[in-house]
């Protein structure tokens, strides 16, 4: 099946610095990449679409200029988390979409961002 | 807006019996539905799949049971082994939208 890589798997930072996170599609093109946040023991929240080469559509509350996402190439998403506060604590997950299957997404593994 | 919801947060079985896990949704356009599993540090795993033309779809040791009467899905587990420990999420499409269920804990007792 189709593989999506994270990096980093896990990463802590200091309140008030920036942190990117990239999602990589190793095997497929993926015109479309997802990024989601789950809280403990909580679902997974969709936050944005990212389409290649466009801006990303962020959900009602997410703040765009906090949560940056570059869809540079049909391979890559990075999701920058600025001026990062110990609430942005969280598990982060991407999903990649192709083009012939417009229905199956595939999951990264996950990052883990810790903010202290 | 859509809800989709599970009727049992936590769920403890005995190795080896079956398990069931419940999710009801509200979206009547759902046309698509997705079982997912997630172990504890790890991204959702694709497990089966069924779509609102069938009522029942059977994996390696999974079945999967739409009922769109009243809006219910259901995963059942054979013989559930201590690997299948994990947190169970359904999902679904309405159109190209995924919508994640709340999740349930399957905890096996060896």
């Known amino acids: 099946g189709a593989v999506v890589s994270q990096h980093p798997s896990r990463v802590i930072c200091k309140s008030g610095t920036s942190v990117k996170i990239e999602c990589r599609s190793l095997?497929?093109?993926?015109?479309?990449m997802f990024w989601y946040r789950q809280f403990p023991k909580k679902s997974l929240m969709l936050m944005a679409t990212?389409?290649?080469?466009?801006?990303?559509?962020?959900e009602q509350g997410v703040e765009k200029d906090k949560f940056l996402i570059n869809h540079a190439s049909l391979t890559l998403s990075t999701l920058t988390v600025t001026s990062a506060h110990p609430e942005d604590s969280s598990f982060y997950i991407c999903?990649?979409?192709?083009?012939?299957?417009?229905?199956?997404?595939?999951f990264g593994p996950g990052t883990r961002l810790l903010v202290l | 807006g859509e809800s989709v919801g599970l009727h049992l947060p936590t769920l403890s079985v005995q190795e080896g019996d079956n398990s069931i896990i419940n999710c009801a949704y509200s979206?009547?356009?759902?046309?698509?539905f997705i079982w997912y599993k997630q172990e504890s540090g790890k991204g959702p795993q694709f497990i089966i799949d069924?779509?609102?033309?069938?009522d029942k779809r059977q994996g390696q040791r999974v079945t999967v049971l739409l009922n769109k009467t009243v809006k219910h899905l259901s995963l059942q587990i054979a013989a559930t082994q201590p690997g299948d420990s994990a947190v169970y999420f359904c999902?679904?499409?309405?159109?190209?939208?995924?919508?994640f269920g709340g999740g349930t804990r399957l905890m096996v007792k060896p």
């Open positions: 999903s990649a979409r192709g083009q012939r299957h417009a229905r199956t997404q595939y």
């Open positions: 095997d497929f093109q993926a015109t479309t």
């Open positions: 990212s389409n290649e080469g466009s801006k990303a559509t962020y």
């Open positions: 979206n009547s356009a759902s046309d698509y």
């Open positions: 069924i779509r609102s033309n069938m």
């Open positions: 999902a679904l499409y309405a159109g190209n939208m995924l919508t």
